[in-house]
């Protein structure tokens, strides 16, 4: 395999690209990745343009999404701060919180892009690629992140890797071919505290804290039942709401529950509200 980063000089119908490029070579599949530009802003489109040529003599099998365009392109943020480690019931409490800790950078294929969106099936489907023939799809970017935290926000300010792929074989058995570039996030660091440490702030306080220690470990976390605590952290505004609450019987059904607000700047606690 070949890996290769190097800078645009074409352009794909038409248009000149002036950001770098990366290639990979596999078994006679040659991936490349081309970006518009080196640096954006959010609120501004990274178009990055996708290609896929078979030098060999014989045709390949490859696997397309629901939409059937040729492979996927998509950015990786780092993930955000997860904060400390936390024993007993507010580690287990702050494991459920943020058991989805992964932030998004969703690029958009310059169809639905054209049409502002529109879901793909939930389908896999085999497409082949003839001998000596070259593909290409284009995809675009706006510059934002998503987070089930924190929602979408613009990416703050650094380095970021553009992954492009492109799966060889048919859906049961595939073979990813990956190529990455880098971008420049233009812009300063995130403001905001993340859930992670938001989460630990609370706990600093001492009120949540002694609400989930003088409480039973639930066997299931989260399972939503009698007994279980379930909750999270969302951020409003700019603030970080902290939920933490347990459905009991004693003696009748009732929810008992916390809730802690910290500033999503400086991190400290706004209130905390008992129910």
Same mark, same amino acid.
């Given at each position: 395999?070949?890996?290769?980063?190097?800078?645009?000089a074409?352009?794909?119908?038409g248009?000149?690209?002036?950001?770098?490029?990366?290639?990979?070579e596999?078994?006679?599949?040659?991936?490349?990745?081309? !970006? *518009?530009?080196?640096?954006?802003a959010?609120?501004?489109l990274?178009?990055?343009?996708?290609?896929?040529?078979?030098?060999?003599?014989?045709?390949?099998?490859?696997?397309?999404?629901?939409?059937?365009? !040729?492979?996927?392109?998509?950015?990786?943020?780092l993930?955000? *701060?997860?904060?400390?480690?936390?024993p007993?019931a507010l580690?287990? #409490?702050?494991a459920?919180?943020l $058991?989805?800790?992964? /932030?998004?950078?969703? #690029?958009a294929?310059?169809?639905?892009?054209?049409?502002?969106?529109?879901?793909?099936p939930a389908?896999?489907?085999?497409?082949?690629?003839?001998?000596?023939?070259?593909?290409? /799809?284009?995809?675009?970017w706006? &510059?934002?992140? /998503?987070?089930?935290?924190?929602? /979408?926000?613009?990416?703050?300010?650094?380095?970021?890797?553009?992954?492009?792929s #492109? #799966? @060889?074989?048919?859906p049961?058995?595939?073979?990813?071919?990956?190529?990455?570039?880098?971008?420049?996030?233009?812009?300063?660091?995130?403001?905001?505290?993340t859930?992670?440490?938001?989460?630990?702030?609370?706990?600093?306080?001492?009120? !949540?804290?002694?609400w !989930?220690?003088?409480?039973? @470990?639930p066997?299931?976390?989260?399972?939503g039942?009698?007994?279980?605590?379930?909750?999270?952290? $969302?951020?409003e &505004?700019?603030t970080?709401?902290?939920l933490?609450?347990?459905?009991?019987?004693?003696?009748?059904?009732?929810?008992?529950e916390?809730?802690?607000?910290?500033?999503?700047?400086?991190? $400290?606690?706004?209130s905390?509200?008992?129910?």
């Amino acid at each position: 395999m070949t890996i290769a980063l190097v800078a645009a000089a074409s352009g794909d119908r038409g248009v000149a690209l002036a950001g770098p490029a990366a290639v990979v070579e596999r078994g006679g599949v040659v991936l490349r990745l081309e !970006l *518009d530009r080196g640096a954006i802003a959010p609120g501004e489109l990274l178009w990055a343009t996708l290609t896929v040529s078979n030098t060999n003599d014989h045709d390949l099998k490859w696997t397309a999404g629901g939409c059937r365009i !040729l492979g996927l392109v998509e950015a990786l943020p780092l993930l955000p *701060d997860a904060g400390r480690h936390w024993p007993g019931a507010l580690g287990t #409490f702050k494991a459920w919180a943020l $058991k989805y800790p992964e /932030s998004y950078a969703y #690029f958009a294929d310059e169809t639905r892009w054209a049409h502002r969106g529109g879901a793909c099936p939930a389908a896999q489907f085999m497409e082949i690629l003839p001998a000596g023939a070259t593909r290409r /799809s284009r995809w675009v970017w706006n &510059g934002y992140i /998503s987070n089930a935290a924190s929602g /979408s926000r613009a990416a703050p300010g650094g380095q970021m890797e553009i992954v492009g792929s #492109f #799966f @060889l074989g048919e859906p049961q058995s595939t073979t990813q071919l990956r190529v990455v570039a880098p971008v420049r996030i233009i812009g300063g660091p995130d403001p905001y505290i993340t859930a992670g440490v938001a989460l630990d702030r609370a706990f600093d306080d001492g009120r !949540l804290t002694r609400w !989930l220690e003088g409480r039973p @470990l639930p066997a299931v976390s989260g399972a939503g039942g009698i007994g279980d605590i379930v909750g999270g952290v $969302k951020l409003e &505004g700019g603030t970080w709401r902290v939920l933490a609450a347990q459905k009991v019987l004693v003696p009748d059904y009732r929810l008992s529950e916390i809730e802690v607000r910290v500033d999503a700047r400086d991190g $400290k606690v706004v209130s905390v509200v008992e129910r």
